[in-house]
Nanobody, 129 residues
Framework: QVQLVESGGGLVQAEDSLRLACTASSGAFNRYTMGWFRQAPGKEREFVAAIKQSGSATYYATYYADSVKGRFTISRDNAKNTMYLQMNSLQPEDTAVYYC??????????????????WGQGTQVTVSS
């Protein structure tokens, strides 16, 4: 069982930046593919970014939704059991509850929420215009 806790959300203005963090309880954190998802009111949960587990200590493959590519950066620090989402140039349409998630496998389903086994409680990000 892995427990995930997000932090770093808040209220910002358009073009501001925020960094979200997701800390895992598991000592095997480096074995998990980690993802960020978001859900706006009245909408389905959608993929934001994912970072693959890797045998390399310095390189992790990353994947982004087109809507955030070039503005958001996902990263991980296995020594701290923590994943990050640096969000720059935030826009009102980025307003949502942001969730981190974990799964052991990596395949083409990394964008599918139901394929992730573990979820955090979510953190609210609100961007005003």
């Amino acid at each position: 069982q892995v427990q995930l806790v997000e932090s770093g959300g808040g209220l910002v203005q358009a073009e501001d930046s925020l960094r979200l963090a997701c800390t895992a309880s598991s000592g095997a954190f480096n074995r998990y593919t980690m993802g960020w998802f978001r859900q706006a009111p009245g909408k389905e949960r959608e993929f934001v970014a994912a970072i693959k587990q890797s045998g390399s200590a310095t390189y992790y493959a990353t994947y982004y939704a087109d809507s955030v590519k070039g503005r958001f950066t996902i990263s991980r620090d296995n020594a701290k059991n923590t994943m990050y989402l640096q969000m720059n140039s935030l826009q009102p349409e980025d307003t949502a509850v942001y969730y981190c998630a974990a799964r052991l496998l990596f395949d083409s389903d990394y964008i599918v929420p139901s394929k992730y086994y573990y979820w955090g409680q979510g953190t609210q990000v609100t961007v005003s215009s």
